[in-house]
Structure formats: C-alpha cells, structure tokens
C-alpha cells in the first residue's frame, strides 16, 4: 500500500511517467479521466450538483482541511462567487520540500492538474478562472462565479462568508487520496498495460524511497521495520500491522488495508492492479536494498496480506 500521506510524490511521479513514455498528451489524458464530471472519481461536481456554487464551499472546506494547507477561502452565494487564495498548497508544497530534501524533482506542470476541476463546476453551468502566478512558491487563487449573478467584482461585504486554514493547526490526512491513486493505476493499466504500471510503480519506488533503501542497507531490516510502522501509524491503522523479526528474516503481517476499506467504504471499485502497489513496492524496495521478497498471501476482498523480506 501506498499510504494516503505519500499519495502526492507517487501522483507527481505518474505525471513524470506518462510523460516520459508516451508523451505530454498522455498527461492531460489521465487528468481529464481523474476530473470527469461523472460522480465516479474526483466528487466536487456530487457538492455543486447538490448545493450549487456553496457545494465548492462544502468540498474544499473538507479536502483542504484535510490536506492542512495554508489558504483564505470565500463565498457569497448572493453575488454569485466563490474564491480560494491558496497562500502555502499542501501538494506543491510537499514536492519542493521533497525536491529540496531528496532531490525528487516534481512534475514541471504539476499544478495544471488543478484546472480540470474545471469540468465540474463547468458541467452545472458555473464559470472558472484559475490564477497559475506564483505556483513556484506554491501560492496560487482560483474564483470559480455564477454568470448569471456576478458583476465582475470581487467584494468582500456582510454577505460574505470567509475561513482561514491553517496547517499549523491540523493533521494532514487525506484518505481518499487512495481513490486518486486507485483511479491513476487503474488508467494506466487499463489504457497500457500491466508492463506499464509495473515500470511506474518501480521508478516510483526507486525516485521516492531512495532514503529508506540507503536506510535498510545501513541498518538492517529494523529499519524497514520502522518504516512500516509510520506508514500504519499515519493511515491511522496501527492495528492493521504486525511484524516478527527473527534472525534475518522480517515477516509481514497486514490484517487488512486502510486504503482498499477507504475505497470500498466510499463506494469506489478496487482497481485490479491496486494489489502491485504493496507487492511492486515491497519488491522494488527489498531487491534495491540487497533483500529477498516474498507475498505469501493477498486478499482481494479486504487487501489483507502476509510478506517477508530476508537478507
């Protein structure tokens, strides 16, 4: 599995992947499959179905808060907008920290992902402007307005409701980040192949876990241990886990995964190609660390799995 909370370096890492295999249509490809205005992936355009422009308000009141990112959001229903000034974006945030630490270089145009929302809100009749200045700081404003109400004028009166978030005071997690990554997987499997997203899902793993190999080969299979352990810890699934180390051998025992119990629990189809994200994974790390692996069992119905690794 790959938690919810390192969901944004693989999300950057399939852009990269496409990109450099079959070309930068290919990218706008799968954002526009991730974004369809269906109802079945990206639920943005379920709130303004149900709610209008406010329903923008309800999602990203929840997504951003979730992700604890660093933004100014508005809304006045009676002048027909809607605005979020992002000051710190969780996401690009995340991978220039990851470009500085590890030198994982994000996506370039990993920010226009954000402008196929525009099919959500375009699909009830709504209007989008997207403000890409200042995205290599990871600032950036999006209005989203009713053509039919707005005047053109942004003013922030008695009618206005506004919220600050702030990360410092919030958790980042974000689980349905596992149906992003389940929709990702199962397009580039469905569209290209099982080679495909085998070769993703080791670069993936090469590029974003290169520290952690350093780390095993350095220190052994209690470093991987630990590893481990984080990943549950912030799916907040610490009782899904249970390791025995004995000698030179780790085994592995997940009793269920919180991502495939996210996807069901929220109604999403598991994709068939969701399983290689803890056996590709597991396996390109162990064979880049100097380990053996080996997937003994695997659960479709609830992802639960026993694993080993032996030096």
Not at 4 to 13: D, G, K, R
Not at 43 to 63: A, D, M, Q
Not at 74 to 81: D, I, P, S, T
Request: proline letters at 4%; aromatic letters at 12%.
């Amino acid at each position: 599995m790959i938690s919810c909370t390192e969901f944004i370096p693989a999300y950057s890492e399939l852009f990269t992947f496409l990109a450099d295999t079959y070309g930068r249509g290919e990218v706008a490809r799968l954002w526009d499959y991730l974004f369809q205005p269906d109802g079945k992936g990206i639920p943005l355009v379920n709130f303004v179905k149900e709610h209008g422009i406010r329903g923008c308000w309800e999602y990203w009141s929840g997504t951003l808060t979730e992700e604890a990112c660093d933004c100014t959001m508005y809304l006045n229903e009676k002048a027909g907008w809607f605005l979020i000034k992002m000051h710190r974006c969780p996401s690009k945030g995340r991978l220039l920290d990851l470009e500085k630490s590890a030198g994982i270089r994000p996506y370039p145009e990993y920010c226009l992902h954000c402008d196929h929302y525009r099919s959500a809100v375009e699909s009830v009749g709504l209007k989008y402007l997207y403000n890409f200045t200042g995205t290599e700081r990871a600032s950036c404003s999006m209005l989203i307005y009713d053509p039919g109400v707005f005047d053109g004028r942004v003013i922030a009166d008695e009618n206005t409701q506004k919220r600050e978030i702030r990360s410092a005071d919030l958790e980042y997690f974000h689980p349905d980040f596992h149906s992003s990554l389940n929709m990702g997987i199962e397009y580039l499997g469905s569209r290209h192949g099982e080679k495909a997203v085998e070769q993703y899902l080791q670069q993936y793993s090469r590029r974003v876990y290169a520290k952690l190999i350093e780390s095993i080969r350095a220190e052994g299979l209690p470093a991987l241990m630990a590893h481990l352990e984080k990943t549950y810890e912030a799916e907040h699934a610490p009782d899904a886990l249970s390791m025995r180390l004995e000698g030179n051998a780790l085994f592995v025992d997940i009793h269920y995964c919180p991502g495939v119990r996210h996807l069901q629990k929220t109604g999403r189809q598991v994709s068939r190609w969701y399983p290689w994200t803890t056996k590709t994974v597991m396996e390109t790390i162990a064979k880049a660390a100097g380990l053996k692996f080996e997937m003994a069992e695997y659960s479709e119905e609830t992802g639960a799995c026993v694993y080993s690794f032996r030096a």
